[in-house]
Structure formats: structure tokens, C-alpha cells
């Protein structure tokens, strides 16, 4: 069954750029942000000036300013923070919008203390949709330019995955579709910390050696702990995996990056978190993972020394230091 609307809940910069681009493939599209007076902004002008000034919504977004008034929907798109998804899905389950067939996760994180991934809450909320993932080295800003760009759509059902992927096909936009949503989910939520580590990398101007040896590091280390919770080895080597990976861990348009980039040229995370309205989720996702990571007995010292960083007042040069006295060991084990 083709999927032919959506309701896209979240305005932030990924939030805006897949509800035009979910309608330059034709689709009608309902946009729902929670800040209402941002929405009726954008309602207004056509655009999001807070976070992608330069991009005009086509006439098929339609701006909803109060969720009450969300209709139902062929799919419905969660493009919000980790930390806000429940409390998203909660309200918007409470909505005419809790009908909808397929519901897709583009939030990357592991919850807090349950350990949850994005779509096991979803599923708490709405029981009888179909569920799926959109995960890859997706920057909104270069979707929004209409640069080439691939995705990974995760999902259990094949068809269902087919159709989700037809709808974020287009001639800059390549999908691709996998079955393995387990490790899609944790493939992005664990690059994010690695992303951080990579820009205290840089900001300490190590040099592209250290960065390549981390981020090489990183992959091995991901694909244990993802493993090990169930993904597959493969995922990790793909574009949810890899991809997502390098794209975070390299761009300037990368926010986990910028933060550990500031750390590392000797700012205070409590001011670099301030100074943004942006959301960079390696900072909260980071003590989740450690948390699930220390319950599975997974050995993660990149994770390890990433959460000291943030959460244990450790300073980056002595994480680093740490990192690199570490004793000899095999590559592959």
C-alpha cells in the first residue's frame, strides 16, 4: 500500500528539511513542532529562520500549529530529541494522529535506566503501527540543499520497509532499506559520543593520525557493544553504522563534534551546552550507553573515557592521556 501523507513531529533542523523533503516527492505533509510560536513563524514566512533560514517549505506543508489538530496520516515521522521521544509519543497518542499506519523513528539515543531503544517506546504508544527506522550520515543542512545524500530505513516488515523507502527516494536522496533494527538504532545512538571524542581530538590539535586511529578505534568499539545488544555485525559496516560514524565524527555541520571541538580548545561543557539551541545528544546518550555497557559487562574504554569527560569532571587531556597508555593488545580483539 503506497504511503501517500505524513505528519512530521519535531521543527527542528532534520525536522524541517524531511517535511520538504518528504513533499518534493509528493507526499502531503502535516508539520507539528512544539513550540508554537516558532510554528506560527514558520506558518507565516514559509520558513525556519531559527534553524535553516534558507530553506523554503513547499505549499504541500502544511504548518499545524496546535497538535489537537493533527488529522490522520498514512506515516507519522518522530524527528525530536532521544530525551523528548516518550514525552512526544505520549501526547501525540492523545491526538487524531495515533491512528496512523506506519510510524518512524529518526531520534538516535538509548533511554536512560530502561535502556529503550527509540523504537520500543514508540511501540508503548502506538501498539498497532508498524515501526521502522531512518538512520544514516544524513546532515539537514546538505538535505536541505538537495546534496547527494543516503539513508538506511530499518524495519522488521520488508514491505513495510519498501514503502517507507519510496517515500525518501529522490534524485539527490538514495535509500536503502535493512531488516536489522536493533542495530541500526544502536549504531546511531553510539557514534554520537565518538563524535564528541573526535572533536576534543581536534580541538587539542592532535593531528589526523590521532583522529583516524580514534575513529577507527570507535568503529570496532561500537560494533561490540551493538552486538552484543542484539544488532548485527553488518549493520555496523553500513551506512548506519560507518557512515553515520565518519559523517559525525568529520563535519563541520556536526553538533557532537562542535561540542567536543570547544572541549578540547578549553571550554566549559556547561557553557558550550548554553551557547546552543541546537541539541547535541552525544552528551546525554553518552551516560546511557555507559550505564548499558557497564550492566552487559562490555569492555568500551573510548566510551569510558568519553563519560569521565562529560559526566566525571575528568579533563580531555587526561582521558587522552589515559586512552593512549592503555596496555598493548591485538587489533581484533
Not at 504541500?60 to 515521522?77: C, G, K, N, S
Not at 538516535?108 to 511501540?123: N, V
Not at 581536534?202 to 542484539?230: F, P
Not at 557532537?256 to 552528551?283: C, K, P, Y
Request: hydrophobic content about 45%.
Amino acid at each position: 500500500m503506497e504511503i501517500t501523507s505524513a505528519i512530521v513531529i519535531g521543527a527542528g533542523s532534520w525536522g524541517t528539511a524531511l517535511a520538504a523533503t518528504l513533499a518534493l516527492r509528493g507526499l502531503k505533509v502535516q508539520f507539528w513542532g512544539r513550540d508554537a510560536a516558532l510554528m506560527a513563524e514558520i506558518a507565516a514566512t514559509r520558513k525556519n529562520a531559527r534553524y535553516l533560514p534558507d530553506l523554503e517549505l513547499p505549499p504541500q506543508v502544511e504548518i499545524v500549529t496546535d497538535a489537537a489538530l493533527l488529522r490522520p496520516a498514512d506515516m507519522l515521522v518522530f524527528v525530536v530529541p532521544s530525551t523528548g521521544l516518550r514525552e512526544a509519543a505520549c501526547m501525540i497518542a492523545g491526538t487524531p494522529a495515533r491512528g496512523t499506519r506506519v510510524v518512524v523513528s529518526c531520534a538516535k539515543g538509548i533511554e536512560m535506566d530502561t535502556g529503550r531503544r527509540m523504537t520500543q517506546i514508540i511501540a508503548e504508544f502506538f501498539p498497532a503501527s508498524a515501526l521502522a527506522v531512518l538512520t544514516g550520515p544524513n546532515h539537514a543542512e546538505e538535505v536541505a540543499a538537495r546534496l547527494a545524500t543516503a539513508a538506511v530505513v530499518a524495519c522488521a516488515d520488508d514491505e513495510i520497509a519498501r514503502q517507507v523507502q519510496a517515500c525518501f527516494t529522490l534524485p539527490f536522496f538514495r535509500c536503502y532499506t535493512i531488516e536489522d533494527v536493533t542495530g541500526a538504532e544502536w549504531a546511531g545512538a553510539l557514534k554520537n559520543p565518538y563524535a564528541i571524542a573526535a572533536g576534543i581530538a581536534r580541538g587539542m590539535k592532535l593531528g589526523d593520525n590521532a583522529i583516524a586511529a580514534l575513529v577507527t578505534r570507535a568503529l570496532a568499539e561500537m560494533t561490540r557493544l551493538g552486538v552484543a545488544m542484539g544488532g548485527k555485525v553488518e549493520t555496523f559496516a553500513g551506512l548506519s553504522g560507518v557512515g553515520d560514524l565518519v559523517a559525525t565524527c568529520y563535519s563541520e555541520h556536526s553538533r557532537n563534534h562542535r561540542v567536543g571541538l570547544l572541549l578540547g580548545q578549553g571550554r566549559a561543557l556547561e557553557d558550550i551546552v548554553a551557547s546552543t539551541r541546537m541539541v547535541a545528544e552525544g552528551v546525554r546518550n553518552t551516560a546511557s550507553l555507559h550505564q548499558a555497557a557497564r550492566a552487559r559487562g562490555i569492555r568500551t574504554p573510548l566510551l569510558d573515557e568519553i563519560h569521565a569527560v562529560l559526566h566525571e569532571g575528568k579533563p580531555p587531556k587526561e582521558g587522552m592521556k589515559a586512552l593512549l597508555s592503555r596496555d598493548p593488545r591485538p587489533e581484533t580483539d
